[in-house]
Structures are given as C-alpha cells and as structure tokens.
C-alpha cells in the first residue's frame, strides 16, 4: 500500500476539486456498497455518485475530467513504479452527514486482479479501512459470498483519513469499507480502479 499527500500538481487538483465540489455537478442517488448490508433501511448508507468513466462500458461520462484525471494519475503512478496498463473504471462517490458513524459493507471493487486508487476530494472525517484479508478469484465462490463467511474474522490492515489530494494505491483485493462522516458536511472520494502490466 502505498499512501501520498499532495499526490496532483497544486493546479490540476485545485482544477479537479473546483469540478467536483461545484454546483453543477451532477451526483446520482443510490449508490449501495451491498444489498445486505441494510442500506435499504438505513438511508445514511445511501450514498451519491458520478462515474467519470467506465472501459466495462466503453465510455467516459466526463471526458474533459478524465483527461485531467488520466494524466496526473499516469505520473503518480510512474514516480511510484506502478505501472498502469488500463483505467477500467473511475467513480466519485460522496457520503453527507450520518447521525452517526457507519462502517460500510466490506467488499471489493471488481472479482478479478486489479489495483484500486483512492483520490480523497476534501478533508473530512470517515476513515477508510483496508482489511489484510483479500478476495482470491477462481475460487468458484464471489467476493461478496465470501465476504459474509469471513466478515467476523477481517482485520484491519490501515485506516486512512481523508485528506484533500491524499492517494492511496492498494491491491484492489484487500477487502475495504468506507465511514459516513458525523463532523464534516460530506466526504468525497474518487475511486479509481485500474490494471497492472
């Protein structure tokens, strides 16, 4: 895992923050991490999001975006000899205040090998967890199935704190939960998942 603080240039974050946090951007409701994880009942665990681009659907949602997104994401990666072969998929999710902290389900992203970028948009409160246990594919049983067997035994392997142009690079098997925020008026986070050479 790797962890950098002020991973964009000052300029394209700056760019990149004005965007998102910006009035007009659009943010659809809905977004559940899991069906069983009672976000049907708890509609702090309802979330929003945009996708910015999706290579499963072969479309960039927000091209000039990803273009900012794209390149400043290929010289972190190349500073920190990761090496990217394909962004398959970049996402901006955001939580708004809970009337408490709620972890979400423990999942991953995708069932096959990839790693996963974690760009935090603002600072708030509501840690990420990244748990040491990671979801290994071909064992004829999805990452969710097995998620609800293990999810009594995961530990957790870092807690991170959103922090504005912080990254975070892990292998996107680890399971990994988000935390609603209590203090800040929302957490923004971009997802970005993407294959190694």
């Not at 009942?41 to 997104?69: C, M, R």
């Not at 870092?158 to 892990?170: D, Q, S």
């Amino acid at each position: 895992m790797i962890i950098i603080d002020n991973a964009f240039s000052e300029s394209i974050f700056k760019k990149i923050q004005e965007e998102i946090l910006g009035f007009g951007f659009d943010w659809h409701y809905g977004r559940r991490v899991n069906e069983d994880d009672g976000s049907n009942e708890n509609s702090f665990l309802i979330g929003w999001v945009h996708t910015v681009a999706d290579s499963g659907l072969e479309q960039k949602f927000t091209p000039e975006l990803y273009s900012l997104i794209e390149s400043e994401l290929s010289k972190v990666l190349a500073n920190n000899n990761e090496p990217c072969v394909e962004i398959g998929r970049v996402r901006i999710i955001c939580n708004t205040t809970a009337d408490k902290s709620y972890i979400t389900q423990p999942h991953v992203d995708f069932d096959n090998t990839h790693q996963t970028v974690l760009l935090y948009i603002n600072d708030a409160d509501g840690d990420t967890i990244i748990y040491n246990e990671k979801f290994k594919p071909g064992l004829g049983i999805g990452s969710v199935q097995l998620c609800k067997s293990i999810k009594h035994k995961l530990t957790v392997k870092a807690e991170i704190t959103p922090k504005a142009n912080r990254l975070v690079i892990f292998n996107g098997l680890h399971y990994h939960s988000g935390t609603t925020p209590t203090e800040s008026d929302r957490r923004v986070v971009m997802n970005i998942n993407y294959k190694q050479k």
